[in-house]
Structures are given as structure tokens and as C-alpha cells.
């Protein structure tokens, strides 16, 4: 294989321990991480400054990719969701010369070794890790998502998800040998003696499409997994939400050209309002990957349409809660108050279907009606987000007037037990806030309503004839529309494993009886499974082999081993 630099393998030795650790927590499935997740962490040191100045010394400004193809820029208009526009345009490249560039580019990189394109992104994910204050900026100020969150979620936790990813790309290349004897004996003669060589060959130019809400952490595991396996990658970020994938490309370029590769590598697309790219690049017949994550209808189309490629999407779903009992209902309610106000529910993860039998909930408290368990999930969402300041470090910004349309259309569905109502930022007075509404429904009667996704900070609580019923409508739920978390609450271990059954057949993770501190928004790096290609919410998993081993294929070259003579 063609090696470009020094500095390639450089890159590989140093992050070598890195990469078997994490090979190896992919296995173990138990908690680790080599990014610290809490923004105080000594070893950030002054990093939070020195990322609130570098986010606004990006505003209003051309944002710079030295190399970058196309010409002159493009004008994307993102507003941030706490009220003001950040003014930055970037560099302007068409599908076609955006293609051509990383194509010429991934030549090298394709014949470059999986231990040296495994240490380049290794590299490229240290230098996003110290740059995890400017990306939380970015992605606080492009999808509304509160500070904490948008430093975890968009930094420590993107990056542990990405490196999730090179480890299996680097794990599955390495599965075989580089190179065998082949030996097949002989009943007469010698034996038939071969050499055989092996070599993981990337598939091609890999585009990514980014969405609004969650741009690094949903966009991170497919840019690495194509580039580990030897993908260049075209990066078309949703229009709202440029800036962190733009940063991320701006670090991946420097560090491939510090390596001896060709930046292009690594190519943003970035588009105008009025400007609609992603169909002809996730078309174009030189694309052989594309991950995508956003609308069902989107995603279905790239799945239909993008036939050359291979697509691997995450769609809306409906996430459903079957509760049938509890020993611990105070602890209940402040986890599900937590998971229903998270970022305002703008999560492909938070709970929208609450089932309860019509005759209640068993609980330390009492059997609790559909009606008083509502009463009950309101008062608790209110007490959360009584205080203001802890309101919105919660809430975070609405990302967009769909959401706020789908609230006022939610409030005419059902009996409105809590109202949503608009707080006020303290520190972004013109910031779009609203907490959670929550409406009584019937599983007979109101069953179109609860049987489409309805994403933002809507969530129905829903009467249904028993446990059982609960269990159906669930199960009929993911099938028919898909769904990327299930949780059941119940004392008994019969209904568990009903609920494991069910979940199973209908191909959807499930959480068990959450009333502590983790909640079924949270999926973990190294151990937890986000997504799955079991129902239609997604056609891949976050992550596990089958996402990455899609990517590249194994070419072997042979020849015959001549027997030598005396």
C-alpha cells in the first residue's frame, strides 16, 4: 500500500493505545470514555474561554477553508434559536465540482493502510475534542439545544460515538490477514502452493447530510466510519445548522493535509436558503455512501432514489412508555418529567405515547387513573421547570416554526391536561422557549392522532384497555411507523418479559423501569445500541459491525508461489 507521509504513521503510534482501548470497549459494552463530558473538567484548562472567543470571532464573517473547491461564497442564513443571526457565509461548491474533488482526493487516501487512516481520524478527534467549547457554541446557536447540552452532546459525546466508529472500522479491516499461503496438497506431485494478499478497498465518494437538531452527534458516526474505511466524504449540513459541521471539516482538513493527504478528503457543501443540493448529490452516480438523518419522507426518498449508494438513514418514529405498575412513582414522574423536557423534546428519542390501562397503574402511592397519572406527569413537569434559569437550561430554544405549529395543532388533540406556555430566556430575551404539552387520550377513539410523529414538546398520555392493550399498541406502533426507544414500567417479571417480547418482535430497544438518573433519551457510546435497521424509524444502528462493514469490501490479489529446485 502507497503510505504519504511520516506523519501518517506518526499519527497511528501515537493514538494506537487509543484505538485498541476503544476496540476494545466496544466488546466489554461497560462505561468509558477518553473525553471528559463535564465542561469544568481540569483537562479542558482554559478551553471555555478561548471556545465562547473563537465562536464569536466566527460571526458575521466568511468562514475559511484554505484549499476549499468552488468559488466565492455562500450566504446560509442560520439564526440562532436564542434570537439573533450569526452573519457567516461560507465557501460556494456545486454537487458536481465537490464530487470531483473528493474523488480525485480519495485515491490516496483509499490506498492509504486502516491502521494510518484510523490514526488520521484519531488525530482529527483529539483536535475536535479541544475545540469542544467553540463546537458547543456552534451547536447551541444553530439548534437551540441548551449549553451543557450542546458541549456534551455536541462535543464529548459526538466524539465518543465517533471514535465508536473507527474502532469497528479498525477492528473489521484488521479481522483478515493482509496476506496467506495457500497450500492445497497434491495425490501426486507437488502441492499447489499460492500467495494471497488482502486489502479493505473503500466503496467511494460518501455524502453526508446533516440535520438541524443534533448536526455532530447524528452526523460524527457516518463521516468517521466512511473515512476510516477509506471514503472520502462531501458534507451537506442542513442550512440551520452549518457552523459546528463547518468547524469539524475546517480541523479534519488541517490535520489530512498535516498527514500528506489531500484536504479534499473532507469537503463541506454548504447551501443558500433557496439553494436544494442534497438530492443531486446523494444522486450523483459517483456517491456510493450516504447517511442521512432527518424526515421520514426525505429519508424514504434517498432510500428509493439514491440506488447506487448505500444509504443508511434515521427517520422519525414514535416512542411509546407502557406502564402497568410501580414501586417507585415519585421517582417515575421526575425521570419522565426529565425525558418529556430535554431540549424541549426535539430529540428522535423522547417518549410521545404514554400508555396506561384505563384501571389505573398499580404504585407505592396508589392505583393512579390515565387522568391522575396525567394530573400527576403535569404537576411534576411544572415543578421541574418552575425556576426559570433551571426552565431553560433544560428546555433549550425551539429549532424551528414547524414545532411551534405542530404545538398550536397538538392543543386542539384530545383533553389538554398542561398547557404549553412560552418562558423567557434570562440572558436571550428574544429567545423562542416553551415547555411540554401533555393531552389525555383514548387508544380507540384518538388512535390517528397518536399514530404519527409528533416532534417537539408534545407528549400524550393514552387510555387503553389493559396492559395487554398497551403491549399491542405499542408493538403495532413500531411496525407500522417505526420508533427509536421503548420503556415499560412494571413490578412484575411476567409483564417485563412480555414487554421484551414485544419489543423484540417489533425490532425496538426497551428501558426497563427508569426512575433514576439516566433516562431513555440517553443513549451511552461503547454500550448502548442508538437506532436499529429492525423497524423503519432507521435502516442502521449506532453503531455496531453491519455500519461499517457496508463501506468497504475485501479485494485479494494472487499468485502462484513457483517450487524451487535443486
Known sequence: MTEPAPTAHEFFDKHRALLERAAAAVLERDYWTPFPEAPKDPSYGTQAADGENAFKALLNNDFLLPGHPGRGTVFSGEVSPYGFPLGLRYPHVSPEEAIEAAKTAGTAWREASPDTRAGVAAEILVRLNAASFEIAHAVQHTTGQPFLMAFQAGGPHAQDRALEAVAYAWAEQRRHPTTAVWTKPQRKGDPITMEKTFTPVGRGVGVLIGCNTFPTWNGYPGLFASLATGNP????????????LAITVRIAREVLNEAGF???????AAS???ER???????HPDVRLVDFTGSTEFGTWLEDNARQAHVYTEKAGINSVVLDSTDDYKGLLRNLSVSLSLYSGQMCTTPQNLLVPASGITTDQGTKTPAEFAADL???VDGLLSDVQRACGTLGGIVSDGILKRLEEAATVGQVILSSRAVTHPDYEHAVVRTPLISLLDAHTDRVAYSQEWFGPVTFVISTDSTEHSLEVLGSTVREHGALTATVHATSEDVLNAARRTALDAGVHLSENLTGPVFVNQSAAFSDFHGTAANPAATAALTDPAFVTGRFSILQSRRHVQAEHE
Open 277 to 283: 443540493t442534497a438530492p443531486a448529490l446523494a444522486t
Open 233 to 244: 466524504v462531501v458534507i451537506k449540513p442542513h442550512r440551520r445548522a452549518v457552523l459546528p
Open 262 to 268: 489531500d484536504p479534499d478528503v473532507v469537503i463541506l
Open 272 to 274: 443558500s436558503a433557496t
Open 378 to 380: 403535569a404537576a411534576a
